[in-house]
């Protein structure tokens, strides 16, 4: 939802820098704003595959208690004003203080999943280092799926009708995840067919 429109996140951006007296050029702001939303995308793909789950967590802590500090600077800040953080770009808008607490509270939930977590890694430990995929090779994967839809993005937006601009993103977007998904399916599905035999010799 961000990704849709880049200029929107690009002024989001701009906005933020200006809390510590930075203000990035047009130039600046969209190519950060586009990291971003690439980097948003690779986490949330990240996520599909929970056989790397303890490898992952610490990447996503880190945004939520990055974006957490952020959004209280913009609270507390003189510099700071009532408007919306741009998490879910133009279709849901927060104030300050919704968007902070909205963070807090999904920190919370991630550390809540970390602690259920660890009692589902203790009770089933051998099997899922039986199975678990390439941290490496998945990262990769998701790097270059996430790519598709902002690219998508900075190349067509303004440049074709807003309905047909909108489509053609959602199907891009579903299409990468599609791909992550069937890499994970299919990788499993290749690691359960080699560990078989060993199993049945077991």
């Keep these: 939802m961000k990704g849709i429109n880049l ?58 208690v990055v974006f957490s500090i952020l959004t209280y600077i913009n609270l507390v800040s003189p510099l700071g004003i009532h408007m919306s953080c741009g998490c879910f770009g133009e279709i849901i808008h927060f104030d300050a203080m919704e968007t902070f607490v909205k963070n807090i509270v999904l920190l919370c939930m991630l550390v809540l999943l970390e602690i259920l977590s660890r009692v589902d890694v203790n009770c089933h430990r051998d099997e899922r280092k039986k199975k678990s995929l390439s941290l490496k090779s998945y990262t990769l994967i998701c790097g270059m799926a996430s790519l598709l839809p902002i690219t998508l993005s900075a190349i067509l937006m303004d440049k074709i009708k807003v309905n047909v601009y909108v ?21 499993l599905r290749a690691m359960d067919k080699i560990q078989s035999p060993y199993q049945i010799i077991n």
């Excluded at 489509?167 to 990788?187: A, E, G, H, N, P």
């Design 7 to 64: 200029q929107s996140t690009a002024q989001t951006v701009r906005y933020y820098f200006g809390l510590f007296g930075y203000n990035p050029d047009t130039v600046e702001a969209y190519a950060t704003g586009f990291v971003i939303c690439a980097l948003e995308i690779w986490m949330g793909m990240l996520a599909i595959n929970t056989t790397i789950y303890r490898q992952t967590y610490p990447i996503h802590m880190l945004a939520f």
């Design 167 to 187: 489509i053609l993103y959602i199907i891009v977007s579903v299409i990468s995840v599609f791909i992550v998904k069937m890499y994970v399916i299919l990788r």
